[in-house]
């Protein structure tokens, strides 16, 4: 157990929908950063928080958006939900923003579109 | 796109032999780092190399680094039924705040 929670596990949404996600860093890190897992795939880098600002972004639309609260944790937002968006979502924190150099992984929550 | 790639894309080996697979990677790199991942749940950090090293053990783990041909192997000695996962490597740039993973090779170790 890494100490990085998400919630929901599981979650089933209608295409064009908006979803949540949410993200509880280990202590004492303040770096959390959102990665999609498309089955059978390796994981794809959405963007990092490092103290509430976004510090790097990858190769994905606006509509996939982010915020950091004080307390370090995460939340990561998708609107106009389409099926490709059906993955799994990891977070995982560290302790620096962009020196840190292990990340430390959440269970994940699997979204589902339909 | 992910950066790297890796073979096997899937390995099935009898308990107590040795698994090694391989991964690639397109730029100049900061470290490289292995992960397991249990069925589709969240990823477990095994071990960093860091972009001066060429060779590196933790227990029945040895990676080794290979800068110039961009690629890096991971061997899992005499392996046991749980460390039946899928196993990805994670590179990191010189300059950058992300990690780029590879596809992953799903290992499967019978008893």
């Known amino acids: 157990e890494t100490g990085v929670t998400q919630s929901p596990t599981h979650l089933i949404k209608t295409r064009g929908q908006q979803v949540t996600l949410r993200c509880s860093s280990q202590?004492?890190?303040?770096?959390v950063s959102w990665y999609q897992q498309a089955l059978g795939q390796g994981p794809q880098f959405i963007f990092q928080y490092y103290r509430e600002e976004e510090n790097g972004r990858g190769n994905f639309p606006p509509r996939f958006s982010g915020l950091q609260f004080p307390n370090y944790s995460s939340e990561l937002n998708v609107n106009a939900l389409e099926l490709d968006d059906s993955a799994l979502y990891l977070c995982a924190s560290s302790s620096t923003g962009g020196a840190s150099y292990e990340q430390y992984f959440g269970p994940g929550t699997r979204l589902t579109v339909t | 796109s992910q950066q790297g790639e890796e073979d096997p894309q899937a390995l099935s080996i009898q308990e107590g032999e040795n698994a090694t697979m391989n991964c690639s990677y397109k730029?100049?790199?900061?470290?490289l780092q292995w992960y397991r991942q249990n069925s589709g749940r969240g990823l477990v950090h095994l071990i960093l190399i860091r972009s001066n090293e060429r060779e590196k053990h933790s227990g029945r783990l040895r990676v080794t680094l290979d800068t110039s041909k961009k690629s890096s192997s991971l061997l899992i000695t005499a392996s046991r039924a749980a460390d039946t996962a899928s196993y990805f490597c994670a590179s990191r740039k010189a300059a950058g705040n992300k990690l780029t993973f590879g596809g992953g090779t799903r290992v499967l170790v019978k008893p």
């Open positions: 730029t100049s790199i900061n470290n």
């Open positions: 202590s004492g890190h303040n770096t």
